[in-house]
């Protein structure tokens, strides 16, 4: 299964997210902010704590995407 090794919050509400095959993506959390789910990351602090543990990004047990989220989100 593919893993998430690193996520790197970057200016702009983007998160560059390294994953174990080598790649990576740029994921824009800007547009995102307005919605109930994501609201809590319009603070720019809290944004820059992103995490993960290999299965999924997450602020603070608050917010979590998931791998397969993630390629969903990356899409849109």
């Not at 307005?34 to 993960?52: H, I, N, P, Y």
């Not at 602020?59 to 989220?69: L, V």
Request: one cysteine or more; proline letters at 1%.
């Amino acid at each position: 299964m593919l893993q998430i090794i690193n996520v790197v919050p970057k200016e702009d509400y983007h998160l560059e997210v390294l994953l174990g095959n080598g790649s990576s993506i740029i994921l824009n959390m800007e547009k995102r902010l307005g919605t109930v789910r994501f609201a809590m990351l319009a603070d720019k602090e809290f944004f820059k704590q992103a995490t993960t543990d290999g299965i999924c990004i997450r602020w603070d047990n608050k917010i979590e995407i998931y791998i397969n989220e993630l390629f969903q989100l990356a899409q849109k």
